[in-house]
Structures are given as C-alpha cells and as structure tokens.
C-alpha cells in the first residue's frame, strides 16, 4: 500500500513559498545595489563587481525558480490524480508497503507533456518553452561553472511569468504581503513594516519592468500618474518612513474619476478631485482628509473658527 500521498495543496504551497524564496534573494541583491537603500550610489565598477559576485545567489534564485514550478505542475496534475506522478518503470517500485516518496516519480523534463495528457487546462506552448529554458539553465548551472551571467530583471520576470500560469489565484504583490506576513521579520517586528517592504519592492521591480511587462504582470501602466494607495498608506509604518512608492492609478483617464486602483493591495479606494495647493504640485487627487496622493501636502480645509 502507498502511504503519506501527497496532497495538491502541498504541492502548490509549496512550489509558492520556493518561488517566493527566489523573488526575496533577486530583491535583496537589488536593494544592496541600490542607493534608495545602501545610503551611496555605486559607481560602474563597484556596480559591475557587486554583480559579479552576487551570481552565486543569483544562481540559487534560479533553482529556487525551477524547482517551484515542478511543484506547481506536479500540484496541478496530483488534483486529477497523484499516482499519475509515478514513474511506471515497475522494476524500480518498491517490493512492499511503501511512502508515495520511495517511488521514483516521473522526470521535469516529461511534466509539462504529462500535465498536458491529462489536463482540461494545458499549459501553452510559450509556458512549455519558458520552463525548459530555465530547466536547462537549471542544469548547465549544477554540472558545469556557470559562463552565462544571470541577470536580477531576467529572474525577476521568470517568477512573474512562473506566478503568472501555476499560482494565479492572486496577483503577484498580494501574495507577496500574504508570504511577509509570514515571514520569519514579521516576527521580529510583529509585522509592522510588511506593507513598507512589499510596496518598496514591487517600485524596485518596476525598475526592471519594461511597460508591456508592468502591464501584464503588475497591472501597472508606467505612462501614466501614479498616486499613493490610501490604504497601503494607512497600514505602512510611518514612524521610519515617510517617503512611499506610488502604486496606484485612477481607473480611467477621465477627469471625473474618483476611483483608485492600488496595484499592490488590490484595494479601490475613492478620492477627492482637487488641486493640490503645494507648490509646484500639479497634482489633484485628495485623500478624505485632503492629503495629496502624490506630493503628501496637507489641503485639508478646516472649517472657520466662528467669529463672536
Ligand atoms: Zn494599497
Ligand atoms: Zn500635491
């Protein structure tokens, strides 16, 4: 008898907490290059050096990357059936009562095919190929010195892309403030600067994000204003903090708009349409308390002081 079967929802957490895993080390290695943070900018040299020995993490980052996407496929194919995982070269099974680990399941580079044999949702070409491609980076890397030098942005976008088709129940920075908020900092400080953390992140990656990719992944339109999320703003921590990344846009271009998508939270909220009084500030988009959403100005109007 096979015992201790493995669940789909084991897989698919699994395979999420690798992939967050792999975004936290490129966002690490990118807040250290990065002057916002470290206190000084990096000159060429110091920037090209700091790259060159962060390949070993950057490496990592990978694995991380193509090991959860085996386990997001092998989550999606254990719901249709776990012993479809199974090998079924029989010589190799084990002769009595055996853990579903004894056996030797079916190899990454058969998955996506198998996935496909028996699934009503396939994955797609465009997927398939992507996942092999990091596949056989994954394997150069463990066999050979690696010549090819891994890129933050590109391991960014391969753990959107992995997010995007395996665990897309959520958008991407909601499963990030999900993954902080279990994070071994949230222990340490009680969770008090998650929304700090995940909302600096997701601004460090847009970086690294061309338009269409900010777009697809993130909902993000780079050409447009974006303005501070009221409620990200209420639930940051503002005691060490008062500089936050603007993450939310009006939901359409007109002029009337009052709704406020934010793309990190997820949360619409509703805003006042008015000039900011700051100068220099073009901007007219008011919290209830008439906060601008972009410059922070105070415009709250406070109601006349009765004359006696
Ligand atoms: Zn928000
Ligand atoms: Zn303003």
């Known amino acids: 008898m096979i015992t201790e079967i493995p669940t789909a929802k084991e897989f698919h957490d699994a395979g999420v907490n690798l992939l967050y895993l792999a975004w936290d080390i490129a966002m690490d290695l990118l807040r250290g290059s990065d002057g916002k943070y470290t206190g000084a900018e990096l000159d060429e040299a110091m920037l090209e050096e700091y790259w060159q020995k962060s390949q070993i993490a950057l490496g990592n980052a990978l694995s991380l990357i193509q090991q959860s996407m085996e386990l997001g496929i092998k989550g999606r194919i254990t719901a249709i059936s776990p012993f479809i995982l199974i090998s079924t070269e029989h010589s190799k099974w084990p002769t009595i009562d055996a853990s579903f680990s004894d056996f030797r399941t079916i190899d990454a580079v058969d998955l996506t095919k198998v996935h496909n044999?028996?699934?009503t949702a396939p994955l797609d070409d465009t997927f398939r190929a992507f996942f092999d491609d990091i596949r056989r980076q994954r394997n150069k890397l463990m066999h050979s010195v690696p010549k090819d030098t891994?890129?933050?942005?590109?391991?960014?976008i391969s753990v959107?892309?992995?997010?995007?088709?395996?665990y897309n129940e959520m958008p991407w920075p909601e499963r990030c403030i999900q993954q902080e908020s279990q994070s071994r900092v949230s222990i340490i400080d009680g969770g008090e600067t998650e929304r700090n953390r995940v909302m600096n992140d997701i601004e460090l990656a847009l970086k690294y994000l061309k338009p269409a990719q900010a777009k697809r992944f993130l909902g993000f339109d780079k050409r447009r204003r974006a303005y501070l999320c009221p409620n990200c703003y209420a639930t940051a921590n503002r005691d060490y903090a008062d500089d936050f990344p603007l993450l939310a846009q009006l939901r359409t271009k007109e002029r009337s708009e009052t709704t406020l998508d934010c793309k990190v939270c997820g949360i619409s909220s509703v805003v006042e349409r008015r000039d900011c009084k700051a100068d220099e500030c073009k901007a007219n988009v008011l919290d209830d308390e008439g906060m601008c959403l972009f410059c922070q100005h105070d415009n709250f109007i406070r109601p006349a002081t009765p004359t006696v």
């Open 160 to 166: 959107l892309t992995a997010a995007e088709t395996l």
């Open 117 to 119: 044999a028996v699934s």
């Open 150 to 156: 891994f890129e933050p942005g590109t391991l960014i």
